[in-house]
């Protein structure tokens, strides 16, 4: 059964930091992977979509690497600006009939002024 | 402006009264689905469609019902609703099932007394 985990559960940094936020999963055999931003009282937004052979994407400061077969993900994230602060969500597509998303439960960052 | 509209964003019933809430996209798109967000849980997927007349059971979909009559609409309905459904909810939409970023709704938190 695919598990999503995603470490540390909170951040919290000083304006202007580069920080790196993790994914991991414990099946490889995805058919892509998500990474979500989820403002409070808000629903999620798609930051970047990586298909299962692809390394990396990029979205201005935003940088998601992919590396399948050790089931691990990274969302870069460049100059940290207060309006940052959220909580990022990755998800992973399953290879199956379904094609289920498998959500992480978030790493909340806030991004101090 | 491409979105998912639910309606309403917030409502208080009582247990065993029927109700529906309402999920609708402007953007042609193919696939729909519904989450249930609860602290501890993360995202679960209730029900998912991926076109018009076509529905599937997720992850948990006990106590629910959805219908896709016209490819822009996909009610969730809870026939007789119970304390456990208390929750926040999301209608989410993506042009295909497998290759496109999910669109999310901004959600809606029942409270069932």
């Known amino acids: 059964k695919q598990e999503v985990t995603q470490i540390p559960a909170a951040l919290s940094v000083p304006e202007g930091e580069n920080l790196v936020l993790n994914c991991s999963f414990t099946?490889?055999?995805?058919?892509?992977l998500q990474w979500f931003r989820q403002d409070p009282g808000k629903g999620l937004t798609s930051l970047l979509l990586i298909q299962s052979s692809q390394r990396e994407q990029t979205s201005g400061r935003l940088n998601a690497s992919l590396d399948k077969s050790s089931g691990r993900s990274t969302l870069y994230i460049a100059a940290s600006q207060p309006g940052d602060s959220a909580t990022y969500l990755c998800?992973?597509?399953?290879?199956?009939?379904?094609?289920?998303?498998?959500f992480g439960s978030g790493t909340r960052l806030l991004v101090r002024p | 402006e491409a979105q998912v509209t639910q309606n309403p964003r917030y409502l208080i019933t009582v247990t065993g009264k029927k109700l529906t809430v309402t999920c609708s996209q402007n953007?042609?798109?193919?696939?729909m689905s519904w989450y249930r967000q609860d602290p501890g849980l993360g995202l679960r997927q209730i029900y998912y469609s991926m076109n018009v007349e076509v529905t599937d059971k997720g992850d948990v979909p006990e106590g629910y019902k959805v219908s896709r009559k016209e490819k822009r609409n996909f009610p969730l309905i809870l026939e007789s609703p119970s304390p456990n459904q208390t929750s926040l909810y999301f209608c989410?939409?993506?042009?295909?099932?497998?290759?496109?970023?999910?669109?999310f709704g901004n959600g809606t938190r029942l409270t069932v007394t």
């Open positions: 998800a992973v597509r399953q290879v199956d009939s379904s094609y289920k998303l498998i």
């Open positions: 099946d490889s055999a995805i058919y892509n």
């Open positions: 989410a939409s993506s042009k295909t099932l497998r290759d496109s970023p999910l669109h």
């Open positions: 953007m042609n798109h193919e696939y």
